[in-house]
Nanobody
Framework: QVQLVESGGGLVQAGGSPRLSCLAS????????MGWFRQAPGKEREFVAA????????YYTDSVKGRFTISRENAKNTVYLHMNSLKPDDTAVYSC??????????????????WGQGTQVTVSS
C-alpha cells in the first residue's frame, strides 16, 4: 500500500522559512517524479513545484520561483519543499504527490497517481 505522509507545516510568521517533508512508502521511490501542490480556502488546488525521479530537473509555479526549493533524498524516500520569504498568500494545505516514471513531472494534478493527506501551512502577517 502506497503512503505519502507530509510533515513540517504549522503557523509561521511572514518571512519565515519552514521546510516541508514527504515520506513515501510502499513504492520504489526512485522511480517516481514527485510534486507539491497546495489548496487555499475557497480556491482550487494549484501546482507548486515538482522534481524528476533523478532529482536533476525541477519546476516551479511562477509565484514561488526564487522563494521555494524542491529537493529529494531517494535513500530516505523523502521529498522536501524548502520555503523562504513566506507571505500570507502562501497559506494553504500543502500536499505531496507521486507520478510513476516521468522524466518531465508535469504540473497537472491529474498526472499524479498517489497523494498525501496534506499539511497545513498558515502564514501570519
Amino acid at each position: 500500500q502506497v503512503q505519502l505522509v507530509e510533515s513540517g507545516g504549522g503557523l509561521v510568521q511572514a518571512g519565515g522559512s519552514p521546510r516541508l517533508s514527504c515520506l513515501a512508502s510502499g513504492l520504489t521511490f526512485s522511480n517516481y517524479a514527485m510534486g507539491w501542490f497546495r489548496q487555499a480556502p475557497g480556491k482550487e488546488r494549484e501546482f507548486v513545484a515538482a522534481i524528476s525521479w533523478t532529482g536533476g530537473n525541477t519546476y516551479y509555479t511562477d509565484s514561488v520561483k526564487g522563494r521555494f526549493t524542491i529537493s529529494r533524498e531517494n535513500a530516505k524516500n523523502t521529498v522536501y519543499l524548502h520555503m523562504n520569504s513566506l507571505k500570507p498568500d502562501d497559506t494553504a494545505v500543502y500536499s505531496c504527490a507521486a507520478r510513476l516514471g516521468a522524466v518531465e513531472p508535469g504540473n497537472s494534478a491529474a498526472l499524479y497517481a498517489y497523494w498525501g493527506q496534506g499539511t497545513q501551512v498558515t502564514v501570519s502577517s
